[in-house]
């Protein structure tokens, strides 16, 4: 087994001599779990079936260039959250399974649009639902994924038109981004229950019929 295993990266643009950069490496839930060979098949947080469990404990994240370029190093301890909202510790947290929205607020980066958790951590390779509107973060750079998608055989259709509407704006009063305009879909949501830009029909699940 390797001493080392990437569980995240970011690539910048091309950066001048004595330029510098700040960026945000990501590390999603599958990085930190590893294959239950005991235990018995459930719904992973990504929508998927499997025996990832995570490591929940004290783990080092390093930082460098290289495995063998290491600059930085931080202690974390990772605690796994249950289907409920609830970590193993007892406290809670939201669950977009029994709410409107998860509590958090949106973020921006060169990458794209990304979902800070108000308890702690992001969203990453798995569906949240916001302000009523469900929504995708892909597992790479935990961005809000947009266009269509497909996830367990199924395909969906998540906004990628900002084009004649509101998009979001940041509320300074509140230090966040919001979406004021209820009556459209807002940028990155899954489309349901109607025709897709491209002609397609999708059901009240999001799922392509035709």
């Not at 290289?66 to 930085?72: C, F, H």
């Amino acid at each position: 087994m390797a001493k080392y295993a990437l569980a995240g990266y970011y690539r910048t643009d091309e950066l001048k001599p004595g330029e510098e950069k700040d960026v945000t490496v990501h590390i999603n839930e599958r990085s930190l779990s590893y294959w239950n060979t005991d235990g018995e098949l459930q719904e992973q947080s990504d929508g998927t079936t499997g025996k990832w469990k995570v490591a929940e404990g004290t783990r080092v994240v390093y930082v460098g260039a290289s495995s063998d370029n290491l600059l930085l190093e931080q202690t974390v301890d990772v605690t796994a959250e249950s289907s409920n909202g609830s970590n193993s510790s007892g406290s809670s947290g939201s669950s977009s399974a029994v709410t409107g929205s998860v509590a958090g607020s949106w973020k921006q980066d060169s990458n794209g649009w990304w979902y800070s958790y108000a308890k702690g951590g992001y969203a990453s390779g798995k569906w949240e639902q916001i302000q009523n509107q469900w929504y995708y973060f892909d597992t790479v750079n935990c961005n809000m994924v947009t266009g269509w998608l497909e996830l367990n055989e199924n395909w969906y259709y998540f906004n990628e038109s900002t084009a004649n509407q509101a998009t979001y704006t940041f509320n300074e009063e509140k230090g966040t981004w919001v979406y004021s305009n209820d009556s459209a879909i807002p940028y990155g949501a899954m489309y349901a229950n109607r025709e897709t830009p491209d002609g397609y029909y999708v059901n009240s699940n999001g799922e392509r019929s035709n």
